[in-house]
Structures are given as C-alpha cells and as structure tokens.
C-alpha cells in the first residue's frame, strides 16, 4: 500500500513542478514577446531598424540617394506633402476608385459564380468563356477601358471591376461545386428544393472561400486604380508614383508606395473584421493554445 501512496506522491509532484510556471528569464521574455504588445513592438523595431540602416547606407555613400532615396527625405517629403494636402487628395482619389471597383467587381462576381451551381448545362457552357477571360493579362484591358470610357473616375472603377469580378467568380464557382453533397443529399430527402439547398447548404458553406477572396481582390483592387492612374489622370497615387519617377524624384514615389502600402493594409483588416462578423466561429478567440 505504501508503494501506491509513494507512487501517487510522486505522480502528483511531477504534474505540479510541470505546471509550475517556469522562473528562466528567457522563457518569461519570450512569452511576453509573443502577446500582442510584444509582437507589435518587434515589429516597430524592425521598421525603426530597416531605415536606420537605409540612412546610414545613404549617408556613407553605400547607396545612391539619387536612386534609392532616403528615409529622411521621404519624411519630409511626406510632411510637406500632407501640410499641403496633396497626399490625402491623392489617397482619397485612389480609394475611392479601388474600394467602389472592388464592391461592384466582387459583388458580381461572387452572385455570378454561385449561379452557375444552378446548371450545370449553363456550367459547361460558359466555362471556356471563364477561362479565356481570366487567361488575358487585366492590365492590356486599360488602353481599350480608356478608350471607351474616357479618363475621368468610372474608367478606373470598370478597369478595377474587370480585375475583380473573375477572380471572385472563379471562387465562389469553386466554393459552390465543393458545397457538402452529402448535406445537400439529406436535406433533398426531407424535402427541400433547390432554392432552399442552395441558400441553406451551398452558401453557408461557400462563404469561408469568398471571404478569403476578398483579400487577394483588396490587392487587385489597387492594382487596378493605380494602373488607371498611370495612363492617364489627373489625381490619385498612380499618378502622383508616375509624376514623380518621370522626374526622378525617387523621395516622393516611395511616398506614394508607402501610402499604397498603408491603404492596403487597413483594406485587409477591413475584411478581417468582417470575417470575424460574418464567421464568428473561424475566429481563434477564446482558443486554447499548447505552450511548448
């Protein structure tokens, strides 16, 4: 009997010391690092160290501030640019432009592809269509989009909506057809009809892949105003980057990539949000996390 109590005691002394937690100071620092405070912070220090040595290469000659620029120049350029307001007309131009393409593109592109789960006769028929579309590089569309259009505002949004709308077709179509058929099958069996499967299986399940298209259209999105921009306007990032590079002011062109950088980034924690809104179960809140 005193061996089972001795080997009890001991069992019960390993789970406690292993519970423990653990006083190494490299263990502590490195679990601070991992919270969110810690890891935003590493991330400044990156930025903050990335630059320094940016400076310091430019001011001893190791990099040519003509072609490369320089982070105290881009800063001032950067102020001035934001006193004058040029920089937030210019953002605003191509925000305005990415965000209404990317709605209108993603919108119609994801009604269009779950539509097809509709047919599959209308599915066979147009799908060579689809995959000639999507073959052809979106960006040759732009003279041809200026032509049509003009210059102004709707040509940027229909050369973003192009970019958008197959991309955002091709998934949905997708995430349509890998709909569970065995739940679609069931709820056939007890009677529902094709509206109600389509809306009550096929949907639910294919929101997880639309919403992960939202992100690779946030870039596409940009990509399509900034192209616009580049060929002919009169506002905007694109044309403030062109501008700039046609007169080698490299200082100004990384501020406008920079902000592209900024606007794009605050896009995709827009469409976080919203997935956290719309699939609140895909969330890692409240999700225990093994600690090795």
Known sequence: MSKVQDAATSAALTTAVLQAPSRHPSKHLRAWLETGLGTSLLQFVAVAVF?????????????SEFLMGKPSGIWARF??????????????????EAVL???????????MGLSLWYSKWVEQL????????NSVPKIALAPIVLLW????????VVLVVSMTAIVALIAAHQAAKDADK?????????GGNKHQIFFGVVVPASLPAIL?????????????????????SKYGLGNMIYTASSLFELNTVWVGLFMLMLV???????IDALERVALPWRTDGGRPHLQM
């Open 212 to 232: 992960a298209t939202f992100r690779i259209n946030v870039g596409f999105g940009l990509v399509g105003a900034v192209v616009g921009e580049f060929i002919s």
């Open 149 to 156: 259009f003009g210059t102004g505002l709707l040509s940027k």
């Open 51 to 63: 630059f320094l040595c940016w400076e310091v290469a430019t001011e001893l000659g190791w990099l």
């Open 182 to 190: 065995d739940l679609q099958a069931l709820m056939f069996s007890m």
């Open 264 to 270: 794009g980034f605050i896009l995709y924690h827009a």
């Open 126 to 133: 147009v799908g060579p269509f689809i995959a000639a579309i």
């Open 79 to 96: 102020v001035s640019s934001l006193m004058d307001g040029s920089l937030l007309i210019n953002t605003g131009y191509t925000l305005w």
């Open 101 to 111: 393409g990317f709605v209108i593109g993603t919108a119609l592109g994801t009604v």
